[in-house]
């Protein structure tokens, strides 16, 4: 069964920053391109970060020079660097297996705010 967990995320202020982590299982991570996607509210799901098994990644625009994404392949673990987050970042943030988000976990909250 897979199993994404993400977590990491909270409430913070403009210009702050965050790490979330997301622990993979059940499937053989380390062969897979995996995606970070979020969703705002009362948007749909969005990709965010591409990262392909070597680790190479790849970002939206929007979030180009701020975010940051690798890969623990002996871990099977995600993780994302969100810096100078703005308010427009506030969303869910989930891993995930394609970039709709067909196959994701549960995901973690960010809330950008003053």
């Known amino acids: 069964e897979v199993q994404l967990v993400e977590s990491g995320g909270g409430l913070v202020q403009p210009g702050g920053s965050l790490t979330l982590f997301c622990a993979a299982s059940?499937?053989?991570?380390?062969?897979?391109?995996m995606f970070w996607v979020r969703q705002a509210p009362g948007m749909g799901l969005e990709w965010v970060s591409i990262?392909?098994?070597?680790?190479?990644?790849q970002y939206r625009d929007s979030v180009k020079g701020r975010f940051t994404s690798s890969r623990d392949n002996a871990k099977n673990t995600l993780h994302l660097q969100l810096n100078s987050l703005k308010t427009e970042d506030t969303a869910i943030y989930y891993c995930?297996?394609?970039?709709?988000?067909?196959?994701r976990g549960q995901g973690t909250q960010v809330t950008v705010s003053s």
């Open positions: 995930a297996q394609d970039a709709q988000g067909t196959v």
């Open positions: 990262i392909s098994p070597d680790g190479t990644p």
């Open positions: 059940g499937f053989p991570f380390s062969r897979y391109v």
